[in-house]
């Protein structure tokens, strides 16, 4: 807290782990944080509040959060007028236990409470109390909740919320509940507004976008991409994740005639065998997912697709496993997240017979990273002098006179910079295609 020109300032310090869900809702968080005097900080030590929106979706990520909590205990002790909070999925798994484990947390909000914030840490402002909510309803959050957003470029748009699926593995529809649609009309008002503050680009969330509507029925996916398309002065339109078992022609099609809508579809498929995938409760088949494939290729030739994958799933043998790399190297995808099987408390997976060893899952995490990072660069490689339409990002990490854009097919590209600004639209020629980056120079 600080006196600036006879004004007091508070902070808040939001620390975001996980899903861009939880990036989204951060944004919502802190948007309402600024309506009773909040300003976003950078630094811990300056804070006047402390949020922690939290992932429990791998043990890793709860790991770094009870890491953090015991380092804020210290911040605490020195300022006992600090308001610290955590949220987001592992808060609403593990509810007032958190408290329990630490009692210098004030409050611990679930995902369905996103939009309690303000109430609460004004109640604690007010009693200096614990505060724990966690009760997972049926209700989304409410369409007047303010944004600040955290981007200045692609804007979050979160479609619906929650999951219906149950994967064996998956800890999401204990944490977010069923699935619940957002109003079509709300949805392209935000992207509007959006679009108003600056923004040409925007990604659709959801646990799974393919079944946007399936609860209300006012309008299917398919539908709301052809409505967000329209939206004047809408550059690029993203979405993610789906479930291949929505993915329907309709939204094939949206994408294949849409003006605005980017040839880019994550299409988690988790594994390469019908025996595993039957065992993750992922409800298709390889032969279905291949279908799927095939269709969407015909449609959109130039489609970039990239995946989810899990190895050291319980029960996988060495077949299953050469399984996954033989499907792996028949789909060819143009990038794919890889996974170490982790068990989550709470979920069927986690009792299953046969869990596979450590070091078994990491030689086969290797052995599958080197099987696409071949076909990664393989398909790169067909991009060499091409010339592609990038919206430039800004600065790479490494090099401030190297530049980077991101291709419509979500494919990251390093050019030298020469006045382009963030935002902007340029045409690359790509001369130097890596496995994870393509590198280009300007086209006049």
């Known amino acids: 807290m600080k006196m600036i020109d006879g004004k007091l300032h508070r902070y808040a310090y939001l620390l975001v782990y996980g899903c861009q869900m939880n990036q989204s809702d951060a944004e919502r968080m802190m948007g309402q944080l600024r309506t009773i005097g909040y300003e976003r900080t950078e630094s811990m030590e300056e804070a006047d509040l402390i949020l922690i929106n939290t992932c429990c979706v791998r043990e890793t990520a709860e790991d770094r959060v009870y890491g953090k909590i015991g380092e804020i205990k210290r911040l605490k002790r020195e300022n006992p007028e600090l308001i610290f909070g955590i949220t987001g999925c592992m808060a609403q798994k593990e509810g007032d236990a958190l408290i329990k484990r630490a009692p210098h947390i004030d409050f611990v909000l679930g995902t369905n409470k996103v939009h309690e914030l303000t109430h609460v840490v004004q109640e604690i402002q007010a009693e200096h109390g614990h505060v724990v909510?966690?009760?997972?309803?049926?209700?989304?959050?409410?369409?007047?909740?303010?944004?600040?957003?955290?981007?200045?470029?692609?804007?979050?748009?979160?479609?619906?919320?929650?999951?219906?699926?149950?994967?064996?593995?998956c800890i999401v529809p204990y944490v977010r509940g069923r699935e619940r649609s957002r109003l079509p009309e709300d949805i392209v008002h935000e992207v509007e507004e959006a679009v108003k503050n600056g923004y040409e680009e925007v990604t659709l969330l959801g646990q799974n976008v393919n079944s946007y509507g399936k609860d209300h029925k006012l309008a299917d996916f398919a539908d709301l991409l052809k409505m967000v398309d329209k939206v004047p002065g809408i550059r690029r339109v993203r979405f993610m994740t789906s479930h291949p078992k929505d993915l329907s022609d309709k939204v094939i099609a949206a994408i294949r005639d849409g003006e605005h809508?980017?040839?880019?579809?994550?299409?988690?498929?988790?594994?390469?065998?019908?025996?595993?995938?039957?065992?993750?409760?992922?409800?298709?088949?390889?032969?279905?997912?291949?279908?799927?494939?095939?269709?969407?290729?015909?449609?959109?030739?130039d489609v970039s697709l990239t995946t989810d994958l899990i190895v050291g799933f319980p029960g996988e043998t060495d077949e299953d496993f050469q399984q996954m790399l033989d499907f792996?190297?028949?789909?060819?995808?143009?990038?794919?997240?890889?996974?170490?099987?982790?068990?989550?408390?709470?979920?069927?997976?986690?009792?299953?017979?046969?869990?596979?060893?450590e070091s078994v899952k990491k030689e086969r995490l290797n052995a599958l990273m080197a099987v696409q990072n071949e076909i990664s660069l393989a398909i790169n490689e067909k991009?060499?002098?091409?010339?592609?339409?990038?919206?430039?990002?800004?600065?790479?990490?490494?090099?401030?006179?190297?530049?980077?854009?991101?291709?419509?097919?979500?494919k990251i590209v390093l050019f030298a910079h020469a006045g382009e600004k963030p935002g902007d639209f340029i045409d690359v020629r790509i001369t130097h295609p890596q496995t994870w980056v393509l590198k280009g120079e300007r086209v006049s």
């Open 328 to 357: 792996l190297r028949e789909i060819r995808y143009d990038s794919a997240y890889t996974f170490i099987y982790s068990k989550r408390s709470g979920t069927p997976a986690a009792t299953m017979e046969n869990q596979v060893d």
């Open 133 to 169: 909510d966690v009760q997972l309803g049926e209700t989304e959050l409410p369409d007047d909740v303010p944004v600040a957003r955290a981007g200045s470029l692609s804007a979050w748009v979160p479609i619906m919320y929650g999951c219906n699926n149950f994967c064996t593995y």
């Open 261 to 301: 809508l980017c040839e880019h579809i994550h299409l988690p498929v988790q594994y390469g065998s019908n025996r595993i995938l039957k065992a993750m409760n992922r409800v298709y088949t390889v032969e279905s997912y291949r279908d799927l494939v095939r269709r969407i290729r015909a449609a959109i030739p």
């Open 383 to 410: 991009l060499l002098g091409k010339t592609l339409e990038i919206m430039v990002e800004g600065p790479s990490k490494n090099e401030p006179s190297v530049w980077m854009g991101r291709t419509r097919t979500n």
